[in-house]
């Protein structure tokens, strides 16, 4: 019995972990809605780009700032984000979406 709640238990933490994989299942999610909604839930965009062929892309930066890292008794900095981007049809509805950055997890 002890094992079971123990694995219950184990996959209850992981499953709560923050992770790429989690923010690519999101964004995967709205594919096919309309992106007032996406805009909605995360605000403003970043920039909106007008494509040629009617479509629409916005982009969104999550800017965590600097993380310094201490190796051998030196401190690397490192500039951490992540830009979401989102292409959609003439009718809003999201196509199709990309990551940019180090920092990119939900």
Request: hydrophobic letters at 40%; one cysteine or more; charged letters at 10%.
């Amino acid at each position: 019995m002890l094992r079971i709640i123990f694995v219950f238990a184990l996959f209850i933490i992981l499953s709560g972990c923050a992770s790429r994989a989690n923010l690519e299942w999101n964004l995967s999610s709205w594919v096919g809605h309309d992106v007032s909604g996406l805009i909605q839930h995360w605000g403003k965009p970043y920039t909106i780009s007008p494509l040629s062929n009617g479509n629409v892309s916005y982009s969104w930066l999550f800017d965590e700032g600097l993380t310094s890292t201490h190796i051998n008794g030196a401190v690397a900095k490192q500039t951490t984000f992540c830009k979401v981007t989102i292409g959609t049809s003439t009718d809003r509805l999201i196509q199709s979406w990309q990551l940019e950055g180090n920092n990119c997890k939900a």
